[in-house]
C-alpha cells in the first residue's frame, strides 16, 4: 500500500505512546484511554476470550484487567493507505492480580486503524496475545 506519509506514521506513535503513558499512570483512566485509542465502533480481540465490540465495552473490558505498570509497546511495522493503516508491534508489562506476585508478560498485537475527519487516528480493531505458555499448558 502507499499513501501513509511520515507524519501519519508518527501521529499513531504519538497516539500509542499516549495510551502507554496513560496505562503506566494510576490509578489508570480507562475512559480517557479508549476515547484516545478507539473508535466508538472499534473491536478488541483478546487471547481466551469474545470478541469486545464498541468502546464502552472495551473500557469496562480494560477495566477488569489487574494494575499493569512498566507497560512498553515497540512498534515493528506501519504500512497502510490515506485513511486506514496497520500495525503489528509487540509489548512488555508487569501485571499485578490482587493477592499474588507481579507478572510479567510479553508478546505481540495487530491493529488496524482508520484516519477521522479531524485528522486523528484510532484504533477500528486491536489483537493481542502473549508470548508466554498458558499457565498449567
Known amino acids: ?16 505512546q499516549k495510551v502507554v503513558d496513560i496505562a503506566n499512570h494510576k490509578p489508570t483512566d480507562w475512559d480517557v484511554y479508549t476515547r484516545t485509542y478507539y473508535t ?5 480481540l483478546p487471547p481466551n476470550a469474545p470478541a469486545v465490540m464498541g468502546r464502552a465495552a472495551i473500557r469496562d473490558f480494560l477495566s477488569g484487567f489487574p494494575p499493569i505498570t512498566n507497560f512498553k509497546i ?15 508491534g509487540t509489548y512488555k508489562m508487569t501485571l499485578s492480580p490482587p493477592g499474588t506476585s507481579p507478572m510479567e508478560d510479553a508478546g505481540k498485537y495487530m491493529e488496524v486503524w482508520r484516519k477521522e475527519s479531524n485528522g486523528a487516528w484510532r484504533v477500528t480493531h486491536d489483537m493481542f496475545n502473549s508470548d508466554l505458555p498458558v499457565p498449567g499448558a
Open 74 to 88: 515497540a512498534d515493528v511495522e506501519i504500512d497502510g493507505g490515506e485513511d486506514q493503516a496497520w500495525v503489528y
Open 1 to 16: 500500500m502507499s499513501g501513509l506519509t511520515e507524519a501519519d506514521k508518527a501521529t499513531i506513535r504519538d497516539t500509542s
Open 40 to 44: 466508538d465502533d472499534a473491536v478488541v
